[in-house]
């Protein structure tokens, strides 16, 4: 995330600090491997204050690119994922850079590599343009890992909110997704009572406790 205390969230597409850049992927690295983790959030960062976004644009989408061939090349030699995550700019963070689908996959084509993808949190998808059926069709080949959290709560996907997580974790399956499905939310209260959603979901789909067939035993 670069310098938190200075107010960065993330370096890649910032001008200027890819040395830093370069130093935070190399230590990120490090941890993945540590823990065998095969995925990196690749987090692109703010545009700088006191400048316009439509000026700083271009020059912010120049560093992006090339500090993802970088990541790209680097990961490669570790077997590694990196992930692009679009975080909506009318809520929570109004700086940020990159924040839609859409100017990920745009980014993603420019950079040409196959082992960067896209992170898909559908709390921030959702604020940014809805249309969640049509977005996860589309953007499915590119999709690397998907994040969760009801809106505009950011709370349980089982909270009052706009979405509808039962449709969409069956979309999600019939879509083909294998992946991880990252609950990114802030619980209500506590965070063990707070996965009774997940159970409540699963006896739903006729499984037991851990996503076993019932079935099967």
């Known amino acids: 995330p670069g310098d938190q205390e200075a107010g960065e969230l993330g370096l890649a597409a910032v001008p200027g600090r890819q040395a830093a850049f370069r130093q935070g992927l190399e230590a ?4 993945a491997r540590a823990v065998g983790c ?3 959030h690749v987090m692109a960062g703010r545009v700088p204050l006191g400048t316009d976004r439509a000026a700083v ?3 912010m989408e120049t560093t992006f690119i090339e500090n993802l061939r970088y990541t790209a090349d680097l990961l490669s030699q570790e077997d590694m994922i990196g992930l692009l995550e679009p975080i909506n ?6 700086r940020y850079y990159l924040n839609t689908p859409h100017q990920a996959a745009t980014i993603l084509e420019k950079v040409g ?3 960067l993808k896209l992170q898909l949190d559908l709390f921030h998808c959702q604020i940014m343009d809805g249309n969640l059926s049509r977005n996860l069709e589309t953007y499915f080949p590119l999709i690397g890992h998907i994040q969760i959290a009801q809106v505009p709560g950011r ?3 089982d909270s009052p909110g706009e979405l509808n997580f039962p449709y969409i974790f069956e979309l999600l399956e019939s ?3 294998t992946g991880y499905v990252g609950c990114e939310y802030a619980p209500k209260g506590d965070t063990l009572e707070g996965l009774g959603w997940l159970r409540s979901y699963w006896e739903s789909r006729g499984l037991q406790h851990g996503g ?6």
Do not use: C, F, M, Q
């Open 28 to 31: 990120a690295v490090h941890y």
């Open 38 to 40: 095969r995925r990196i």
């Open 57 to 59: 644009a271009g020059e």
């Open 89 to 94: 700019n009318r809520i929570t963070d109004p």
């Open 113 to 115: 590599r196959p082992n």
């Open 155 to 157: 709370h349980e996907p």
């Open 175 to 177: 879509l083909g997704y």
């Open 212 to 217: 076993t067939s019932k079935a099967a035993k």
